[in-house]
């Protein structure tokens, strides 16, 4: 059985994961981790990892990017590996997370689905195909009114799959606002819509001449990111130091 610390327990993410884990009888989450204290009756909340004194084989983060720094610091300290699933996250603190990763296992995913895991396969394909046949590719995403990262975490993934493809040649745009100037080639269009309570969707477009193709993911129900996140814990115990992402999760 695969022992858990659930780091941001009582956010949204976190509850759903804690809902799914307690019909799992593969997983067990051991202790919580948020500053807002104790909010359920299934295991002991600490206000850090560093606080905690019960062992587990696994941490899953689903908090916020001002929390990583810490947590990297204290899992390292009790090398405990970590799905870290929080988006966000600053340049400085990308590299922070490369130089954990030689000393503990890290998984990280902008986006622990399976579908959009997939996707990001497949837009790679396409993009193979596509290279070079006068294509434009925009990326639109959407999600509910409480996000505060702007474009997705899954946004920005998506567009690199597809620019690692070409060879990292082509540039994100954000806005058009202040462009008067007709579209770059080698550019790569992202943008975001914030409204009600979406959950998560992503359209990849490839506009070409006479045609478009469309890919798209829409995301009904957070269970679908919590159940990710609990099997890349599973995958993730026990493993050597490194970088991992879902695809060693789904092969």
Do not use: W
């Amino acid at each position: 059985m695969t022992r858990i610390i659930m780091h941001g327990c009582n956010g949204s993410m976190g509850q759903v994961i804690s809902e799914l884990a307690r019909q799992d009888e593969n997983v067990h989450i051991v202790a919580g981790i948020d500053l807002s204290g104790n909010k359920n009756n299934y295991y002991p909340v600490f206000n850090s990892v560093a606080e905690c004194d019960i062992e587990a084989d696994v941490i899953i983060d689903f908090s916020s990017a001002a929390a990583a720094d810490k947590l990297l610091k204290d899992a390292v300290k009790k090398k405990i590996p970590i799905v870290l699933c929080t988006t966000g996250l600053s340049s400085e603190q990308i590299e922070s997370i490369q130089e954990s990763s030689k000393k503990i296992a890290i998984l990280k995913s902008a986006n622990m689905s399976l579908g959009v895991n997939t996707l990001l396969k497949l837009l790679q394909t396409a993009t193979k195909v596509l290279n070079g046949a006068d294509f434009d590719i925009e990326i639109v995403e959407k999600h509910h009114n409480r996000k505060i990262d702007a474009p997705s975490g899954t946004a920005l993934a998506l567009a690199d799959a597809i620019n690692e493809v070409l060879n990292n040649e082509y540039a994100y745009q954000y806005d058009r606002s202040a462009l008067k100037e007709k579209r770059n080639k080698k550019e790569i269009g992202i943008s975001a819509v914030r409204g009600g309570t979406i959950v998560g969707e992503h359209e990849v477009i490839f506009a070409g001449v006479d045609e478009v193709i469309e890919f798209k993911h829409t995301a009904y129900s957070k269970a679908i990111f919590a159940k990710g996140a609990i099997s890349a814990a599973k995958f993730l115990g026990g493993k050597e130091p490194g970088m991992y992402d879902m695809s060693h999760v789904i092969g």
